[in-house]
Structures are given as structure tokens and as C-alpha cells.
């Protein structure tokens, strides 16, 4: 596909929605091993609203916007804080009915940075930042125009991602405090996030 329409892209976000909440009590399990286990509770909620946000979008900018206001303003804590981010920093970089595969990838790129704004956390500290920031190298770095196989590469990237989260040792936040702890299993965050990007491509 080379355009990537408004109509496309509230169906990436109901495939995540969809599949992210069928998913919601092992996202929750997975935060039980360094923390308060509620991170599956947590991404539904923000998803919702930032779905919620995205219902009268007609445009990519405006949307984006709504979308990441909606989360922010609706739900609170770290997950919504991001996603919020994510969304906002995507608004940043996108605009009009439709984007070609270089809007797409600019459109990803500034939502790394919009969630770089918003968290401290590194690739490495097994965090969301072990799915998301290869997702948007991989996306960015593809050479294809299809928007379909960018972002296939994306969700290849984000899932390789989290699992490597498997053998890392928590390094940021409250998990920090449970070290070696803490290895052996994924990340909720990274996991939850590579549902996302995995979501966003099996939509196309
Ligand atoms: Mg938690």
C-alpha cells in the first residue's frame, strides 16, 4: 500500500485494542514480577481513551492530538503518560488525509521523541524503550514504500524487542529495586508495547 489513510489507522488502533485486551491478564502478570501488577489494567484503560480520542478524526494532526490529550487528561500514571507522548509526539510530525511511507515513518519518528520527552528510561533498562525504539528504527530505516511492509518490520523489530527484555535485568523505576529478580521474564511494558506494533501491522 503506499497511503496511509485515516480509515486505516483507526483500524491499527482497534486491532490494538482488540488484541491488547485480550491479552490484558498476562500484561498484569508479567508487572506482578517487579511491581504492582496492574499494567494490563493500566494499557486498556489508556487505550480506550486514546481511542476514545480518535472517533471524530478526520485529519491526521488533529487526531493525533485528541488522541494523546484524551489518555493524558482521562487516565493518570506511567503507561498513560506515555502513550500520551507517543501520540502528541506523532501530531508533531504528521498532517493531512493521508501519508506516504516517508509521512509514516516521520510520523513514527517523532513519536519516539515525543516519549522520549516523557521518560528517562534507555533501551537496555528493560523497559517499553527495549519494543519501541527499535520498532521506530526498524520503520524508519526500511527500504521499502509499501506501508504494509514497513510496518511489518516494525512489529518484527518490536517483538524481537520485548523478548530480549527476557534475559535483562531492571534498571529504571520501581523494578530497579528487584534486580536479579527480575530476569527471566519479559518486560509488561515492552511486551504490551510489541502487541501494539504487531496490532498496527496485521491491520494492514
Ligand atoms: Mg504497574
Given at each position: 500500500?503506499?497511503k496511509?489513510?485515516?480509515a486505516?489507522f483507526k483500524?491499527?488502533l482497534d486491532t490494538?485494542?482488540?488484541?491488547?485486551?485480550?491479552?490484558?491478564e498476562?500484561f498484569?502478570k508479567?508487572?506482578?514480577?517487579?511491581?504492582d501488577?496492574?499494567?494490563?489494567t493500566?494499557?486498556?484503560t489508556a487505550?480506550?481513551?486514546v481511542?476514545?480520542?480518535?472517533?471524530?478524526g478526520?485529519?491526521f494532526?488533529q487526531?493525533?492530538?485528541?488522541m494523546?490529550?484524551?489518555?493524558?487528561?482521562?487516565?493518570?500514571?506511567s503507561?498513560?503518560?506515555?502513550?500520551g507522548?507517543?501520540?502528541?509526539?506523532?501530531?508533531d510530525?504528521?498532517?493531512?488525509?493521508?501519508?506516504d511511507?516517508?509521512?509514516v515513518?516521520?510520523m513514527?519518528?517523532?513519536?519516539?521523541?515525543?516519549?522520549?520527552?516523557?521518560?528517562?528510561?534507555m533501551?537496555g533498562?528493560?523497559?517499553?524503550?527495549?519494543?519501541l525504539?527499535?520498532?521506530?528504527?526498524?520503520?524508519?530505516?526500511?527500504?521499502s514504500?509499501?506501508i504494509?511492509e514497513?510496518?511489518?518490520?516494525?512489529?518484527?523489530?518490536?517483538?524481537?524487542g520485548?523478548?530480549?527484555?527476557v534475559?535483562?535485568?531492571?534498571?529504571?523505576?520501581r523494578?530497579?529495586n528487584?534486580?536479579?529478580?527480575?530476569?527471566g521474564?519479559?518486560?509488561?511494558?515492552?511486551?504490551?508495547?510489541?502487541?501494539?506494533?504487531?496490532?498496527?501491522?496485521?491491520?494492514l
Amino acid at each position: 500500500m503506499e497511503k496511509l489513510t485515516v480509515a486505516d489507522f483507526k483500524k491499527m488502533l482497534d486491532t490494538a485494542m482488540k488484541n491488547i485486551s485480550a491479552r490484558e491478564e498476562e500484561f498484569s502478570k508479567l508487572d506482578a514480577v517487579t511491581g504492582d501488577g496492574d499494567h494490563g489494567t493500566a494499557i486498556v484503560t489508556a487505550l480506550t481513551a486514546v481511542c476514545e480520542g480518535a472517533q471524530n478524526g478526520t485529519e491526521f494532526k488533529q487526531m493525533l492530538n485528541d488522541m494523546g490529550f484524551n489518555v493524558m487528561m482521562k487516565t493518570s500514571g506511567s503507561t498513560s503518560t506515555l502513550l500520551g507522548g507517543f501520540f502528541l509526539g506523532m501530531s508533531d510530525n504528521a498532517a493531512g488525509e493521508e501519508l506516504d511511507a516517508a509521512g509514516v515513518k516521520a510520523m513514527f519518528k517523532g513519536g519516539v521523541e515525543g516519549v522520549k520527552k516523557n521518560t528517562k528510561a534507555m533501551p537496555g533498562d528493560k523497559t517499553m524503550m527495549d519494543s519501541l525504539v527499535p520498532a521506530v528504527e526498524a520503520i524508519c530505516s526500511c527500504g521499502s514504500n509499501d506501508i504494509k511492509e514497513i510496518m511489518d518490520a516494525g512489529a518484527k523489530a518490536a517483538l524481537a524487542g520485548a523478548e530480549a527484555t527476557v534475559n535483562m535485568k531492571a534498571n529504571f523505576g520501581r523494578a530497579r529495586n528487584y534486580g536479579e529478580k527480575s530476569i527471566g521474564y519479559a518486560d509488561s511494558g515492552a511486551t504490551s508495547w510489541a502487541c501494539m506494533f504487531e496490532s498496527f501491522a496485521q491491520a494492514l
